[in-house]
C-alpha cells in the first residue's frame, strides 16, 4: 500500500518552505498597508471619524491590504488542505478542521463585540441585537467573511480540485460582479446585517452606519 504523508509532512516539506516565506512576506505588506491606513485616518484633516468612505489618494493604495489578506488565507488554506482532500477521510477532517476554525473566529467575533460595547457603554438591548446580527457595526467585519468561508471550505476546496481551469476563471470575476448587483438590491432593514456580509450594502442605505465591509461574495474573488 502506498503511504500517504501526513499533513505535517506536506506542509513542512522543503519544496513547500519557500512558498510559505513569500506568504509571510505578502501578510507582512498586508500588514503594514492596515497600520498605514489606519493611522492615516486617525490624522486631523485626513478623514472625518463619521466619513470613512471619503479617502484620500494614499488611503485608496492601502485598502489593498484587505484583499491581499484574504489572498494570503486562500493560498494557506489550499497548502493545508487542497491534496488533503483527495484522502479517503479528507472530506472529514477539513469539515472538523475549518468548522472549528469557524467556531473559533465566531466566538472570537462576540468576545469583540461584548468588549468594545461594554466599553462603550453601550446599553444592553443593543448589545444583544448586536451579537444576533441585528443592529450594523463598523468593526471587526472581517471575522464574519472568515466564518461563511470555513463553513463552507469543505465544499469549496473539493469543488475546487475537480474543476476545470476555464470555470475558474469564469467564476472568479462573477462572484464579484454577482456581490456588486445584489448590494443595489433593497431588502428590509432587518436584513441590513446579513446583506452586509454577502454582499455589502448599497451606497444609499438609511441604516446610517457606514460599515468596514468584508463582502463575501466580493472577496471571494481574492480568496479563490
Not at 485626513?46 to 489572498?71: G, H, M, Q, Y
Amino acid at each position: 500500500m502506498q503511504a500517504h504523508n501526513s499533513p505535517a509532512q506536506v506542509i513542512g516539506s522543503p519544496a513547500r518552505l519557500p512558498r510559505f516565506r513569500t506568504l509571510d512576506y505578502a501578510r507582512g505588506i498586508a500588514l503594514l498597508l492596515m497600520l498605514i491606513s489606519h493611522s492615516m485616518q486617525l490624522l486631523p484633516g485626513n478623514v472625518r471619524p463619521e466619513d470613512w468612505t471619503r479617502i484620500s489618494a494614499i488611503l485608496l493604495l492601502t485598502k489593498a491590504a484587505t484583499p491581499l489578506f484574504v489572498f494570503v488565507f486562500g493560498m494557506t488554506m489550499a497548502f493545508a488542505y487542497y491534496e488533503r482532500i483527495l484522502l479517503p477521510d479528507g472530506a472529514v477532517f477539513l469539515r472538523q478542521h475549518m468548522w472549528r476554525r469557524a467556531l473559533l473566529a465566531f466566538l472570537s467575533f462576540e468576545f469583540l463585540v461584548i468588549v468594545v460595547e461594554t466599553a462603550s457603554q453601550t446599553p444592553f438591548p443593543s448589545i444583544v441585537g448586536r451579537l444576533l446580527y441585528l443592529r450594523p457595526g463598523n468593526w471587526a467585519e472581517v471575522l464574519n467573511f472568515y466564518i461563511v468561508v470555513l463553513l463552507i471550505g469543505p465544499w469549496v476546496v473539493r469543488w475546487w480540485r475537480g474543476t476545470p481551469m476555464w470555470i475558474r476563471l469564469l467564476v472568479v470575476p462573477l462572484l464579484y460582479l454577482l456581490g456588486m448587483l445584489l448590494a443595489q438590491v433593497p431588502l428590509p432593514s432587518e436584513m441590513f446585517v446579513l446583506k452586509n456580509i454577502i454582499a455589502s450594502y448599497p451606497p444609499s442605505s438609511k441604516a446610517k452606519a457606514v460599515l468596514d465591509t468584508f463582502p463575501v461574495l466580493q472577496l471571494s474573488s481574492f480568496f479563490l
